[in-house]
């Protein structure tokens, strides 16, 4: 078999590594990225709805979740999303704030996939597609790999970049194998679970929410310190929606979550005045005044918020505000990685060095990306964290 030499091969053809490969042969090193995919960048082209939420203006360090949160600063300090914006201006990509900061293209997500390949063309990337990684073994030199598949072969480098993602939607091609190469060179794996997921229930929660499956409120969720304001969806399985995804991160099993609808509702002060105005309206028909109709009838059944307003004290209508701040549930669960954005945990960042990404111990191997213990709120962070930390590595080697 021919052996081939690389200065760098970087295996995963997503965000983090064909950002990699654009910066590391930039520096005139010559790359190889290595992908099982039969296309490069699959994760962004199905991201944002098929927009790619590609970054957001108000990234910082606090939107990231880690064993050690300091671990990001370097990199996302480095490289930053003004950076990526400027990237995206060039090549003339339109681009639109959605909300909260978050940037999605006008048109296509596949304008970023153009664009990534674009940059790599320009400094002579080679990508080899349908190409998986058969074994790798260290050398004197770096390492020696057998790749399988269309570009099968034998390949030398001095550099290996495991950019190939976390565990999250496997009908994608979602393998872990970056665990495991992590593991076999003696580098620690946090615990993963999936992150940015919708959040299932039990039977006894399920024949009331598939009554109300389809609806959206504005709603503050909460689980412990963390707290997000965003819509919350119901549905047939449970909750979801961005609040649920972004608490999901935080939440663990066992743990209630607590739901404010409509946070921004002085609740006390509406059924006060309702009551003030007809008591002879049903507290569900006040509710569905402001909550969508078919929540607030389910709340009331469910709550046993019966009979008019006029029956109820104004210290019943001032506990049914409290509730509807309060709402306190016990998830059974997550949809899990078949659904999941994103993987929690990773390769422990005590293994890495903050500003290159290298492997303490393993000179020459580097992890980037979601493989990495750094994971972002929905809304365009986790995209950051790739260009970023692809950033910081390609332009260290
Ligand atoms: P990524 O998963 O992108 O790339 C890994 C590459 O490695 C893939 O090309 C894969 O084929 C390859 N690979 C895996 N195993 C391999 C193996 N064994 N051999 C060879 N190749 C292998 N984030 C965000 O910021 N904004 C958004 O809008 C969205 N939207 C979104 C929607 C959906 C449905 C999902 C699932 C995820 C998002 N995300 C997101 C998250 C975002 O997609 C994710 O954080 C990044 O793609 C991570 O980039 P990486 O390059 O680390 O991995």
Not at 55 to 76: D, E, I, M, V, Y
Not at 215 to 230: H, I, L, P, T, Y
Not at 252 to 264: G, H, N, V, W
Not at 360 to 387: H, R
Request: hydrophobic share 40%; glycine share 12%.
């Amino acid at each position: 078999m021919r052996t081939e030499n690389f200065d760098t091969v970087i295996l995963g053809a997503g965000a983090a590594g064909m950002m990699c490969a654009i910066h590391a042969a930039a520096r005139g090193g010559r790359v190889l990225v290595i992908d099982h995919a039969k296309s490069p960048g699959e994760k962004i082209r199905i991201s944002g709805g098929g927009r790619c939420n590609f970054t957001n203006l108000g990234s910082s360090p606090r939107n990231f979740l880690s064993q050690n949160p300091h671990f990001a600063k370097s990199a996302l300090g480095r490289y930053t999303q003004h950076d990526f914006i400027t990237l995206v201006e060039k090549h003339g990509i339109a681009y639109h704030e959605k909300t909260l900061g978050q940037l999605f293209c006008d048109h296509s997500a596949k304008d970023i996939i153009a664009m990534l390949l674009d940059e790599m063309a320009q400094v002579g990337c080679e990508i080899r597609l349908k190409t998986s990684l058969g074994t790798v073994e260290r050398t004197d030199a770096g390492f020696s790999l057998v790749l399988a598949g269309d570009g099968a072969g034998k390949v030398r480098c001095r550099h290996f970049v495991v950019a190939c993602g976390g565990k999250s939607i496997p009908k994608m091609g979602a393998t872990g194998l970056g665990y495991q190469i992590a593991e076999r060179f003696g580098l620690a794996v946090t615990e993963t679970r999936p992150a940015l997921v919708p959040l299932t229930f039990g039977e006894d929660m399920l024949d009331g929410f598939r009554e109300i499956a389809g609806v959206a409120v504005d709603a503050r969720v909460s689980c412990g310190k963390a707290a997000f304001k965003e819509a919350l969806l119901f549905t047939h399985r449970g909750l979801s929606g961005p609040s649920i995804l972004q608490i999901s991160s935080y939440w663990r099993e066992k743990q209630p979550i607590s739901i404010a609808l409509l946070p921004d509702v002085d609740f006390a002060r509406v059924l006060l005045d309702a009551k003030r105005e007809n008591a002879r309206r049903s507290i569900a028909n006040a509710l569905g005044e402001i909550l969508p109709k078919r929540l607030a009838s389910y709340l009331a059944q469910t709550h046993g918020w019966s009979g008019t307003l006029g029956e109820a004290s104004d210290r019943k209508l001032l506990s049914i505000a409290q509730a509807l701040h309060g709402w306190e549930l016990y998830p059974v669960g997550s949809e899990g990685y078949r659904t999941a954005e994103v993987t929690l945990g990773g390769v422990d960042t005590a293994c890495l060095n903050s500003r290159t990404m290298e492997a303490k111990g393993a000179d020459g191997l580097y992890f980037i990306g979601e493989v990495v213990d750094v994971t972002g709120w929905l809304g365009g962070y986790n995209f950051q964290w790739a260009w970023s930390s692809g950033w910081a590595t390609g332009t260290a080697i």
